[in-house]
């Protein structure tokens, strides 16, 4: 008998999720445009409204938006990528240890980005750190490269859409991992 589809992702975290992908792809598109200036930071406030955003709601969110619900140590997340790499790797309905490790990075970029950013936009601190945003954005770019080979290689091994599940919010699972009532 197959499980029943459940709510994992509320759509406070799928709209958050979208918003920053689509905020940080136009941000990173018009860097480099003095004509584009104004839409670059638009986009760069926008992501630091959606990553305090986020931070909120991870705190008093639903089950799996929760940061207590994926806070994983190292040894877990080693555990979790040897696993993966020989390709048996714990399933998880919520987020997986690499990925809990790479939503922290990506909202610690952002943050970081979208600081750096700010304080070039007021002309403070010149070109050092023009140079340091540059890095971030770019370092930004790597961790979601990486964050979308994660998700189709357990989108493969797992057998199941992951990119669908972040834009219905459903997975398969066992009714009581669903979220409880008047909570999703």
Known sequence: ???????????????????????????????????????????????????AFRLVWGLVGTRYARFTSFAFGPKRVAAYIKSLLALRPQHYLGHNPAGSWAI?????LSVLAG??????????????????HEGVANTLLAVVIVHIAGV?????????????????????????????????
């Open 152 to 184: 189709l290689v357990s989108s493969l091994i797992h057998r199941e859409n992951l990119v669908r599940s972040m834009l219905t919010g459903y997975k398969t699972g066992d009714p009581g991992d669903a979220h409880p009532a008047g909570r999703g």
């Open 1 to 51: 008998m197959s499980k029943p589809k459940i709510l994992v992702w509320d759509i406070a975290v799928r709209a958050f999720h979208w918003l920053l992908a689509l905020s940080f792809l136009g941000a990173f598109l018009t860097a480099e445009s003095e004509r584009m200036r104004d839409v670059h930071v638009a986009l760069g406030y926008t992501m630091l409204g959606l990553v």
């Open 115 to 132: 600081a750096t950013g700010y304080a070039i936009y007021n002309d403070v601190g010149g070109h050092w750190l023009e140079e340091l």
């Open 104 to 108: 922290y990075a990506l909202l610690a």
